[in-house]
């Protein structure tokens, strides 16, 4: 069901500075797993995903770790930029299926 | 790369009265699709699973008399609210996976049901 009156965890960095954002999953039958950035107002934008048959991948400026046996998820992003401030979601998906997304994280940077 | 379209953007209606909400995948086929609802400062909650040519398949809680979902081609969903209410108000977001298998998203949908 949905959660009511939650705020969203907000991390807030230095420009230039490294960020990471951590996320939880439950679902040990997913295979796949996306970070999403969303700004105000907008739909989700892909940053990066990962299949479960690998534990890191790199973009630009970022990178997603995975770990398995503990369930978690977490999104580096490299020399933090302004443009970067949104609210960041990881999500995972079981074989296919439709997303299930996390709880979310507000990134506020700062200069 | 691919883009869903999702229209209109912000839509008010008075309660009582029913909303259409369009998702199109402009350049790619998509036999499925999925709506979202957003609520403020909250995650993205799955509604349905919309199937082309066939039902929707929706998540439970969510009523299907209230929001009607129709698949009728691959490059079409629509999502009708009916008889909205005030706590229908939200953000509708729908999604579809385009050939590189990436969950692609639409803009989303502001409602505001007065």
């Known amino acids: 069901g949905e959660s009511v009156g939650l705020h969203l965890p907000t991390l807030s960095v230095q420009e230039g500075d490294n960020s990471i954002i951590n996320c939880a999953y439950s679902n040990s039958a997913s295979d796949y797993f996306i970070w999403y950035k969303q700004e105000s107002g907008k739909g989700p934008q892909f940053i990066i995903d990962i299949r479960s048959n690998m534990d890191k991948r790199q973009g630009q400026r970022v990178t997603v770790l995975l770990n398995k046996t503990v369930k978690h998820l977490s999104l580096q992003i490299a020399a933090t930029q302004p443009g970067d401030s949104a609210v960041y979601f990881c999500a995972e998906s079981p074989s296919g299926y439709a997303l299930n997304f996390g709880k979310g994280t507000s990134l506020l940077v700062t200069p | 790369g691919a883009v869903v379209s999702q229209h209109p953007s912000w839509v008010i209606c008075k309660s009582g009265t029913s909303v259409k909400i369009e998702c199109r995948s402009l350049?790619?086929?998509?036999?499925?699709m999925f709506w979202y609802r957003q609520f403020p400062k909250q995650s993205l909650m799955l509604m349905a699973t919309s199937n082309e040519g066939s039902k929707a398949t929706y998540e439970q809680g969510v009523e299907k008399d209230k929001f009607l979902i129709n698949h009728a081609s691959l490059t079409l969903s629509t999502l009708t609210v009916t008889s909205a209410h005030p706590e229908d108000s939200s953000f509708y977001i729908c999604s579809a996976r385009d050939p590189g298998r990436r969950y692609t998203f639409g803009s989303g949908t502001r409602l505001t049901v007065v």
């Open positions: 350049d790619f086929q998509a036999t499925t």
